[in-house]
């Protein structure tokens, strides 16, 4: 094992050591993060994926990471996605005492090349989180065992296949994983596009034919078969994103799939276990204006707090982001309205989270942002540095979305993207997996008083689906948040699902009632220990 | 016939006149960029940006500017066009304003697009302009200063009456919304994507069975390739693109009536091109106008005087009315490429017609 004091080190220590302000939920916006890109240790991860003189498209299109606990201490290590076939490797970090360490061989991750992404899900109920990485002809399913995995080759997929994210999510509402594969399109070297200067460019996904997501269910021991046509027929479609979530409220996960330059799909779960797509009558495959977007990321939450969960996509410029606000029986395209419009309009849009990044309880968003084509007229030769743009972050200000303008300086070609409480100080963290670049840390300075961390778990494994509704008061005015426990959604990339509650100086917590994925639900506010994570089983409702 | 050129060229100069802007000094030695197709990419592109690199632009010709910053829009230098456009010492027309206001749209500069908007005289009855406005307002959520501002403009077309319910549905006035949409469809029938706010204004009104329609509407409904309501909304509203998008339709159909109205439409935005004139030119001969013709062909040759096309149909219209014309047009055309026997045989045969 090779020990890496690195500047992530010195992010986290200089952070521990930083008084804390008085106040959690009033921070100004500039300060929210510090931001370190990890390029001055050359021995730490780098995305390697050269651009070609090919113009592949996948080389556009980056890797994303991983957040996953593998040795269930309750510290969350990453899996860094590397793209690069000849030279370098996927990378896991733990981190000890601040330090990140590079684990990768002994924990039996070495070798993972042409990764594109990965998802984390405890695949036969053992206690130990399992990863899927994936990418163009690679799928392997990384069973865990005490922090060691072995792979497994778990469908013989079609030669071609094009993985760009994965959704683990019961889709049968028995106790296991199901596993969501989203693929893009056929690729063809031979295809040649280019841009309005007459010089190459990457083409976009219409000009291959698409390829069909797969749905493989859990056989309950780890190893999974393709779901029957009677349970779902998939159109074929450029998916880039994916996540699973219960949109209607009836207790069953459905899947959004987010495609590139076309219709989106809302594949909804039926009481018999079918899944029916429905996108367009939901007002989900195209935007306000009835136009196909080309989306990317994707994030769920309910950031209205309704009840309802909703759903942000990222998209190419001269697009805009999309907030569709979940009505119950139909979405709305509130994008404008909520100000998340023409400030999107300039960026294309990558990884992404609906998450409370500055401690007052409602949800932020977060998105990376990096260009995929060539500006025209411009050399081809330093495509990372033209394809650079900043992150975005926009403060959930209850009726519209404030954009921050913190990041100004830090420009990056960012892909993939996950929020993990790294430092397990009560506030998400940021780290994204640069396409051509080494990652970005954005370490979260809210580090508040008083929080409560949820690590909900059934089955022996972490609750996917499992909902939470906690009331917070503050001078007699009672709020109700809503989240739901998921791993999934940004980009080609998985998060920490563990949930935090942040209470103010003036606020308490009145209640926290938790609806396991088994339906069982229990008031748990008593079981919560203060500034730190507890594990609540559905067995002990 | 020296004369005659001259006279033509009074004529025109008398047109120029008349239009709301002063006439431009013809700059025969600058590059003439009029020629590039701002759509796709033609090598003569290349030539606008190397003169945007490399030279004090400052010295080009207004419709020069005007194309070079046709040109760096359509590639995404917005910065670089509001550069150019900004550089303009004339009264910029509408269509100049227009350009401005786009290109501060797509840089991101969205209150000096405002701005830009609010102090131009036209803001009322320009309707690219006003369509522009709208566009930008709605996407900043804005959608309140679309309908108060409705409320002042006398003019709309269906591309207003859709921004204007939009901002009626972003306003939450879905009952207003709907019939608004619906006039809109009415007229764009095939216009698919107009059933998606259609649908959620018919949710927000609880009119469930008719937004499930509309939504299925919006998913089977195949939209036309040449469908005007996507054309104009796609094109950010540019009467320009517009404008040439249905020229370059009717061209392909050979419709010499929709021809000579789009391009006068273009004239009057003061859009010329060799190409324009010389397919213009084309149209008013179908339609017998033989001198407006040949004025229309004088005018492509003022832009580019070694364009052969120009030349061979003021030969091909005139040899035998007009051979003064005629014989001026082949002696051009065999200076322009003296190898050619046609020519030759041209020439030797209106002399033996005389």
Known sequence: MIKLITQIVLVLSVAACSEKPSETSNKNDESLFTITQLDSDPSLFIHQ??????????????SGLASIDIDNDGIYELFFAQYDKNHTSSVLYKFENGVAVDITKESGLGDLNAIMGASSGDVNN?????????????????????????????????????????????????????????????????????????LRLFCSPSAYPFQKDLLLINNGDGTYKKALEDVITIP??????????????????????????QNNFL??????????????????????????EASMGVAIGDYDNDGLMDLFLTHLEQETNTLYKNENKWFSDVTNTMGLGAHSRNSTGFGTGFYDLNGDNWLDLFIVNGKIQPIAYQSRENLTKQFSEKPMLYINKKNTFALSESFNDHRVVGRG??????????????????????????????????????????????????????????????????????????????????????LGDQTLLESVIIRFSNNQSNNVKSLLLANSYTSINCSDS | ????????????????????????????????????????????????????????????????????????????????????????????????????????????????????????????????????????????????EVISHFVLNKHADFITNYYLALAYLQDNQCNKTIPLLTTVIDKNPNANKLYAPLATALQKCNRLQEANEARLKHGTIALPANDEFAQRLEKNGNPVKYTNELLRIATSQNDSTKIRGLSEQLIQYKYFSTELYVNYAIALRQARLLNQANLALFEAIKLNGSHE????????????????????AINNLIQLDPSNTLYKKAKNYLENSE
């Open chain 2, 1 to 144: 016939m020296k004369f005659v050129f001259l006279l033509i060229l009074s004529i025109l100069a008398l047109l120029t006149a008349c239009s709301n802007e002063s006439p431009e000094p013809i700059h025969f030695k600058q590059p003439n960029f009029n020629t590039i197709n701002t759509t796709y990419w033609d090598y003569p592109s290349q030539q606008v940006f190397n003169s945007f690199m490399s030279i004090e632009f400052d010295g080009l010709s207004y419709a020069n500017k005007r194309k070079m910053a046709e040109v760096l829009l359509t590639h995404n230098y917005s910065g670089e066009a509001i550069t150019v456009l900004d550089s303009i010492d004339a009264v910029k027309s509408q269509y100049l304003v227009y350009l401005l206001l786009l290109a501060n749209y797509t840089n991101g500069d969205f209150e000096k697009a405002l701005d830009i908007f609010i102090n131009e005289k036209s803001n009322k009855s320009n309707l690219p302009l006003v369509n522009l406005y709208y566009k930008i307002l709605l996407e900043l959520g804005r959608g309140k």
């Open chain 1, 236 to 261: 074929a479609s450029p998916a880039l994103g994916v996540v699973a979530a219960d949109f209607n409220n009836d207790n069953l996960q459905d899947v959004f799939v987010a495609n590139d330059g």
């Open chain 1, 126 to 198: 053992d206690g130990w989180a399992d990863l899927i990485v994936y990418g163009i002809d690679q799928l392997h399913l990384m069973i865990n065992t005490k922090g060691k995995f072995d792979v497994k080759h778990i469908y013989a997929f079609e030669s071609g296949s094009f993985f760009t994210s994965a959704t683990f999510f019961n889709a049968n509402n028995d106790e296991h994983l199901d596993l969501w594969l989203s693929r893009y399109v056929e690729m063809n070297k031979e295809k040649v596009c280019k841009g309005t200067d007459g």
């Open chain 1, 417 to 502: 993207l996950t929020f993990v409480d790294i430092d397990n100080d009560g506030d998400k963290d940021i780290i994204s997996n640069n396409n051509n670049q080494s990652p970005s840390l954005l370490r979260n300075n809210t580090n508040p008083d008083n929080w409560y961390g949820l690590n909900l778990r059934c089955n022996n494994r972490i609750d996917y689906g499992a909902k939470v509704e906690f009331t917070v008061s503050e001078s007699d005015k009672k709020t109700l948040f809503y989240r739901n426990v998921h791993a999934d959604g940004s980009y080609a990339s998985a998060s920490d699902p563990r949930i935090i509650i942040t």
């Open chain 1, 49 to 62: 994926q050269k651009f070609s003189i090919d113009f592949e498209i996948h080389e556009a299109l980056g």
């Open chain 1, 267 to 292: 594949f909804t779960q039926q009481p018999d276990g079918s899944f029916i797509e429905g996108a367009e009558i939901k007002g989900l495959s195209s935007n306000l204006a009835g136009l196909k």
């Open chain 2, 309 to 328: 096309k120009s030349y061979q149909l003021l030969f091909e219209f005139n040899r035998a009315s007009n051979k003064a014309i005629a014989k001026e």
